[in-house]
């Protein structure tokens, strides 16, 4: 099982982005998917999850100005990022808790990461 993080990028300020993770291999099921960033000097911190249902929930810092979504037929989760902040500028990394075919408990995945930079 992987997952592949994209979509990052440069941005001015007040721009949006919209990044994409997509998960393969051999599937069972994948309950919530999460995404996180990791800015230089800090540690990683939670951004947003959402459940196989849909529930969603966001960090105060981006409420408001992210959006968490998902296909589940394409196995991908996606956050589109609008009003960018220089504060955002991270490296973006998904997660996801996943079954493997033929497993009975779900493991926790992570993806590879993709740097968002936002500056003038």
């Known amino acids: 099982v992987q997952l592949q993080a994209s979509g990052g990028g440069l941005v001015q300020p007040g721009g949006s982005l919209r990044l994409s993770c997509a998960a393969s291999?051999?599937?069972?099921?994948?309950?919530?998917m999460r995404w996180y960033r990791q800015a230089p000097g800090k540690q990683r911190e939670f951004v947003a999850f959402?459940?196989?249902?849909?529930?969603?929930n966001y960090a105060d810092s981006v409420k408001g100005r992210f959006t968490i979504s998902r296909d589940n037929a394409k196995s991908t989760v996606y956050l589109q990022m609008n009003s960018l902040k220089p504060e955002d500028t991270a490296i973006y990394y998904c997660?996801?808790?996943?079954?493997?075919?033929?497993?009975?408990?779900?493991?926790?995945?992570w993806g590879q990461g993709t740097q968002v930079t936002v500056s003038s």
């Open positions: 997660n996801a808790n996943i079954i493997p075919t033929g497993r009975k408990y779900e493991y926790q995945y």
């Open positions: 291999g051999s599937i069972a099921s994948i309950n919530t």
């Open positions: 959402i459940t196989d249902g849909g529930i969603t």
